[in-house]
């Protein structure tokens, strides 16, 4: 059924129709919709689910893990101080390969206290061992939660939707909400093999030696590795079923592209614009969305990008003394790949400054008008 | 007439509280108050977390710290070390307080660092939309409580006396004279003193249980209002949802600064650990 929902809302409807067995959840703006929905879904007794707003995100996530740990399909959602109070347990989540899924509306980081979008509350969890998607419409967003659990109970991992603040959160845009039936068919009952039950007692986070720890780690490593193929694997799926096409990345008129714009979240759909304005006046110009972050599709961009002219990386977010995120992670990936095309890096619309058309043309601009950067980060629209 | 105005930072005004929300009325008993101590502006701290009851700072002209959420207390801990000499006086909403800086709240008061805590408690997370909090009466529609929050509220005067807090008051924004008493007398308390000031958030909890306007949910506070005095004959059962207020506690206890001021001298005099 076709249904007008703003991002929030299509959050909760994908946790609702991926029957989440516990919520716990704190508010906190611009996320509060996606908990005040679900538990007026599950107060109604649409969804048979145990819901919580407990003290803080700490908690939101412990409790995650707790009941995800007893073997129940588990959600949450955040955003910005939020998410950076989870970090802790976002670590134990992860190592302790919990498949919790979670929706975070990425929203810039205090202080400079703002609740407008950028990447950097999600980004600086970058090294927390989750799997992270950056989604551009709300389709998508509902589509990722259902997938995000398949995917996640598949290869033991907790994976993280991440959406741009009010540009997605709080926008209404038509959405096909798929059927109950064809979900259960797609996401079975969430039934591991490892759990806490009383009738057969384990032990959960004991005390490790360095004998096992590094081998934690390689594991913890091999199955973020391996789900490159099981994303593309749950992808497939997912299409036979509801008839939409996901992965790790997203090209938009690449085929015959000589130049890149190079993106994640929802600039790539404006960009949209100016690519196709571009193309009007014969500029070869395509779109190479970055859809998973972690694990890093660094082999699948360096074959989009192989035999390229240029590549422009668009980010929203900082790594501070360095560049933008997207840009550091991809100029490494080429390196051993031998790939020395001009890749530039532009830093725009922190703290939500708007990011329209005109900007993306002057970023085409500045790339065509240069033979090769000649800094890590080129500022757009800073007031200096 | 007080010199009230050198407390104001009006540079920053219009204030931005919904028009007849009670955090006006405990701005103002705190700048009266001031007005009234003569204290300088310039030796004042005023510390909040995040909430509607965080923006209180941004209006003071004095030294001013928002922080975030649930925190308030433990960024003002560091600055009263470093700056002894300032006074300092730290806004919280009932979320900021109870839920996200609970802990924090129970070690200042156990702690007894010389600190004015006034916790804005208007029921409800007011600044994200109307979430249920720790101290939402039973029964209470919230945005995450549809059919009426089912929790057991805290009792902030009763935690704030078990952990050891060494001034406790409460009041209501109905009775502002009582509240400024209270304020003054926090202020002129040495030690951790908390003031716990129940506040009207009629747009975000009133409006989703028929107390939509300011004067209901003012008068809904007033009907819930019980002086200590005549509360001491009441059964527990009857003050349960009651608002008790007046002066709970105060008593001397030897302050934190002044017992580590003492400790650091024993250890530099002697070099010896106690035996
Ligand atoms: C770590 C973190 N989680 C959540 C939030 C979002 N948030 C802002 S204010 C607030 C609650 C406000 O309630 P309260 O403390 O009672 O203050 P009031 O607005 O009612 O004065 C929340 C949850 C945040 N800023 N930081
Ligand atoms: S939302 Fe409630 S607490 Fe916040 S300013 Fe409005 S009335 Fe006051
Ligand atoms: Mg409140």
Same mark, same amino acid.
């Given at each position: 059924?076709?249904?007008?929902?703003?991002?929030?809302?299509?959050?909760?409807?994908?946790?609702?129709?991926?029957?989440?067995?516990?919520?716990?959840?704190?508010?906190?703006?611009?996320?509060?919709?996606?908990?005040?929905?679900?538990?007026?879904?599950?107060?109604?007794?649409?969804?048979?689910?145990?819901?919580?707003?407990?003290?803080?995100?700490?908690?939101?996530?412990?409790?995650?893990?707790?009941?995800?740990?007893?073997?129940?399909?588990?959600?949450?959602?955040?955003?910005?101080?939020?998410?950076?109070?989870?970090?802790?347990?976002?670590?134990?989540?992860?190592?302790?390969?919990?498949?919790?899924?979670?929706?975070?509306?990425?929203?810039?980081?205090?202080?400079?206290?703002?609740?407008?979008?950028?990447?950097?509350?999600?980004?600086?969890?970058?090294?927390?061992?989750?799997?992270?998607?950056?989604?551009?419409?709300?389709?998508?967003?509902?589509?990722?939660?259902?997938?995000?659990?398949?995917?996640?109970?598949?290869?033991?991992?907790?994976?993280?939707?991440?959406?741009?603040?009010?540009?997605?959160?709080?926008?209404?845009?038509?959405?096909?909400?798929?059927?109950?039936?064809?979900?259960?068919?797609?996401?079975?009952?969430?039934?591991?093999?490892?759990?806490?039950?009383?009738?057969?007692?384990?032990?959960?986070?004991?005390?490790?030696?360095?004998?096992?720890?590094?081998?934690?780690?390689?594991?913890?490593?091999?199955?973020?590795?391996?789900?490159?193929?099981?994303?593309?694997?749950?992808?497939?799926?997912?299409?036979?079923?509801?008839?939409?096409?996901?992965?790790?990345?997203?090209?938009?008129?690449?085929?015959?592209?000589?130049?890149?714009?190079?993106?994640?979240?929802?600039?790539?759909?404006?960009?949209?614009?100016?690519?196709?304005?571009?193309?009007?006046?014969?500029?070869?110009?395509?779109?190479?969305?970055?859809?998973?972050?972690?694990?890093?599709?660094?082999?699948?961009?360096?074959?989009?990008?192989?035999?390229?002219?240029?590549?422009?990386?668009?980010?929203?977010?900082?790594?501070?003394?360095?560049?933008?995120?997207?840009?550091?992670?991809?100029?490494?990936?080429?390196?051993?790949?031998?790939?020395?095309?001009?890749?530039?890096?532009?830093?725009?619309?922190?703290?939500?400054?708007?990011?329209?058309?005109?900007?993306?043309?002057?970023?085409?601009?500045?790339?065509?008008?240069?033979?090769?950067?000649?800094?890590?980060?080129?500022?757009?629209?800073?007031?200096? | 007439?007080?010199?009230?105005?050198?407390?104001?930072?009006?540079?920053?005004?219009?204030?931005?509280?919904?028009?007849?929300?009670?955090?006006?009325?405990?701005?103002?008993?705190?700048?009266?108050?001031?007005?009234?101590?003569?204290?300088?502006?310039?030796?004042?701290?005023?510390?909040?977390?995040?909430?509607?009851?965080?923006?209180?700072?941004?209006?003071?002209?004095?030294?001013?710290?928002?922080?975030?959420?649930?925190?308030?207390?433990?960024?003002?801990?560091?600055?009263?070390?470093?700056?002894?000499?300032?006074?300092?006086?730290?806004?919280? *909403?009932?979320?900021?307080?109870? #839920? $996200?800086?609970?802990? =924090?709240?129970?070690?200042?008061? +156990?702690?007894? !660092?010389?600190?004015?805590?006034?916790?804005?408690?208007?029921?409800?997370?007011?600044?994200?939309?109307?979430?249920?909090?720790?101290?939402?009466?039973?029964?209470?529609?919230?945005?995450?409580?549809?059919?009426?929050?089912?929790?057991?509220?805290?009792?902030?005067?009763?935690?704030?006396?078990?952990?050891?807090?060494?001034?406790?008051?409460?009041?209501?924004?109905?009775?502002?004279?009582?509240?400024?008493?209270?304020?003054?007398?926090?202020?002129?308390?040495? *030690?951790?003193?908390?003031?716990? #000031? $129940?506040?009207?958030? =009629?747009?975000?909890?009133?409006? +989703?249980?028929? !107390?939509?306007?300011?004067?209901?949910?003012?008068?809904?506070?007033?009907?819930?209002?019980?002086?200590?005095?005549?509360?001491?004959?009441?059964?527990?059962?009857?003050?349960?949802?009651?608002?008790?207020?007046?002066?709970?506690?105060?008593?001397?206890?030897?302050?934190?600064?002044?017992?580590?001021?003492?400790?650091?001298?024993?250890?530099?005099?002697?070099?010896?650990?106690?035996?």
């Amino acid at each position: 059924m076709r249904k007008l929902l703003m991002g929030n809302h299509a959050i909760s409807v994908g946790a609702t129709l991926s029957r989440v067995q516990v919520i716990a959840a704190y508010p906190i703006t611009p996320q509060t919709q996606v908990v005040e929905m679900l538990s007026e879904i599950v107060a109604d007794g649409k969804l048979n689910a145990e819901f919580i707003k407990v003290e803080s995100e700490h908690s939101a996530m412990a409790a995650c893990i707790g009941a995800s740990t007893t073997g129940a399909r588990a959600f949450t959602a955040t955003s910005a101080q939020g998410l950076l109070l989870m970090h802790e347990l976002l670590h134990w989540a992860a190592h302790g390969r919990l498949p919790i899924v979670m929706a975070n509306v990425n929203r810039a980081v205090a202080p400079g206290w703002t609740i407008w979008t950028d990447q950097n509350d999600s980004l600086s969890q970058r090294d927390t061992g989750w799997i992270q998607f950056y989604v551009a419409d709300n389709q998508e967003v509902l589509d990722t939660i259902i997938l995000g659990y398949k995917l996640a109970e598949k290869v033991h991992l907790p994976v993280m939707v991440n959406l741009d603040a009010f540009v997605l959160s709080h926008t209404y845009e038509a959405v096909e909400v798929p059927d109950q039936e064809k979900v259960d068919a797609f996401l079975p009952p969430f039934n591991p093999e490892w759990k806490m039950d009383v009738k057969n007692p384990r032990a959960f986070g004991g005390l490790t030696s360095s004998d096992v720890y590094m081998e934690f780690q390689y594991n913890h490593h091999e199955a973020m590795e391996q789900s490159k193929k099981v994303i593309a694997e749950t992808c497939g799926e997912f299409e036979k079923i509801f008839g939409r096409k996901y992965g790790l990345l997203e090209e938009y008129r690449m085929e015959d592209s000589e130049y890149v714009m190079v993106t994640s979240g929802t600039i790539s759909k404006t960009s949209r614009i100016v690519v196709d304005e571009l193309r009007e006046k014969g500029v070869k110009i395509g779109i190479l969305r970055v859809r998973t972050f972690r694990p890093f599709p660094g082999e699948e961009i360096a074959a989009a990008l192989a035999g390229k002219k240029k590549a422009f990386v668009i980010d929203r977010n900082i790594s501070y003394g360095k560049s933008g995120i997207f840009y550091d992670e991809i100029k490494g990936a080429l390196y051993n790949k031998g790939m020395n095309l001009p890749l530039f890096g532009f830093v725009i619309g922190l703290g939500g400054r708007d990011v329209t058309p005109a900007h993306l043309h002057e970023i085409v601009d500045y790339g065509m008008k240069h033979d090769r950067p000649t800094e890590e980060i080129i500022w757009m629209g800073v007031k200096k | 007439m007080l010199d009230y105005e050198k407390y104001l930072r009006t540079r920053t005004f219009p204030l931005p509280w919904c028009p007849g929300c009670g955090i006006g009325t405990i701005f103002k008993a705190t700048v009266m108050v001031f007005a009234k101590l003569g204290w300088n502006p310039d030796d004042l701290l005023v510390v909040s977390g995040i909430g509607c009851s965080g923006r209180l700072p941004t209006y003071f002209n004095t030294n001013t710290l928002h922080t975030t959420h649930g925190r308030a207390l433990t960024f003002a801990t560091g600055a009263k070390l470093a700056q002894p000499e300032k006074k300092v006086v730290v806004f919280s *909403g009932d979320g900021d307080a109870l #839920a $996200i800086g609970g802990n =924090h709240f129970i070690h200042a008061c +156990r702690r007894n !660092l010389d600190i004015k805590y006034i916790i804005v408690n208007n029921c409800i997370y007011g600044m994200t939309g109307g979430q249920v909090s720790p101290t939402t009466p039973g029964g209470f529609v919230t945005t995450t409580t549809p059919y009426g929050n089912s929790e057991p509220h805290f009792n902030t005067v009763e935690m704030a006396k078990a952990a050891g807090a060494t001034y406790v008051a409460r009041e209501t924004v109905n009775r502002p004279r009582q509240l400024q008493t209270v304020i003054e007398n926090a202020f002129l308390h040495k *030690g951790f003193s908390v003031v716990e #000031a $129940i506040s009207n958030c =009629h747009i975000n909890l009133g409006r +989703r249980n028929k !107390l939509r306007h300011p004067i209901p949910m003012l008068k809904w506070i007033e009907e819930l209002t019980v002086p200590l005095a005549k509360a001491k004959d009441m059964t527990p059962e009857e003050l349960e949802k009651r608002f008790v207020v007046g002066e709970f506690v105060k008593r001397d206890r030897p302050e934190y600064y002044d017992i580590y001021r003492e400790t650091m001298k024993k250890a530099q005099e002697g070099g010896k650990h106690a035996e």
